[in-house]
């Protein structure tokens, strides 16, 4: 059973930076992407950033180039727990929402996360950026 498990949401003041975590577990995550995405009050899922089983590859949403970074434990210590990270700088009050961890039920690209559907998704952490 696979989980993802976010953590690091919070409050922050516009220009600051949170760094989110995803615990993944439940299978051999070497072969698959790790993903973001995030919802806004009122609005769709979006796709916010992506990585590629080895860490290597990125792809990232327009509006988040430059502002966020993706990265992922590599170590393969043990590949049926991992974490990917998201790291959030010069943040903006559009910015706020639930962020989402996602992986890919099957293997697909890195650049095909940005419009997968058959994920499985961590439960959410809030980011509220306040101007």
């Known amino acids: 059973q696979v989980q993802l498990v976010e953590s690091g949401g919070g409050l922050v003041q516009a220009g600051g930076s949170l760094r989110l975590s995803c615990a993944a577990s439940?299978?051999?995550?070497?072969?698959?992407?790790m993903g973001w995405f995030r919802q806004a009050p009122g609005k769709e899922r979006e796709f916010v950033a992506a990585?590629?089983?080895?860490?290597?590859?990125?792809?990232?949403?327009?509006?988040m180039k430059g502002r966020f970074t993706i990265y992922r434990d590599n170590a393969y210590r043990d590949n049926a727990n991992i974490t990917s990270y998201l790291q959030m700088n010069s943040l903006k009050s559009e910015d706020t929402a639930a962020y989402y961890c996602a992986t890919p039920a099957r293997i697909i690209s890195t650049q095909a996360m940005s419009t997968a559907q058959d994920n499985y998704w961590g439960q959410g952490t809030q980011v509220t950026v306040s101007s």
């Open positions: 990585i590629s089983s080895t860490g290597i590859k990125t792809y990232y949403a327009d509006s």
């Open positions: 439940g299978r051999d995550f070497s072969s698959y992407p």
